[in-house]
């Protein structure tokens, strides 16, 4: 088999393509619960703190005061974004959670269809009945 055709029916797998999809909506996901972090949940617990705005939060390792992280950042100051890292650490948490339900989901409809119960053995008057219904349909 060439390493092409070996490629391709790599590629071609029920894995690999589910594992695509599985990273374009998770990719995507992402971006959700970013915007959910910064623009819905970060404001009123910022606002609850003192009007603070996680996103401007820094510690400058400089020696220069700035006004603003941005005039910070265009001087090329070395900073420690701090509320960067804290949407971060929310976001995380966010998608952590929502990765733990889904889980939990799919793991409790597997037990669900492992507890099925098997069909039970015929007993012998099924096995009469079947070889008479075989009989009566060979006459």
Known sequence: MSFVQEFKQFAMRGNVIDLAVGVVIGGAFGKIV????KDVVMPPIGALLGGVDFKHLYLNLGGTAYDTMEAAEKAGAPLIKYGAFINSMVDFTIIAFAIFVAVKAIN???RKQEEA???PPPTPED???LREIRDTLKK
């Open 108 to 110: 409790q409809l597997q």
């Open 127 to 129: 096995i009469l009945l």
């Open 117 to 119: 119960p098997a069909a």
């Open 34 to 37: 970013d915007s959910l972090v």
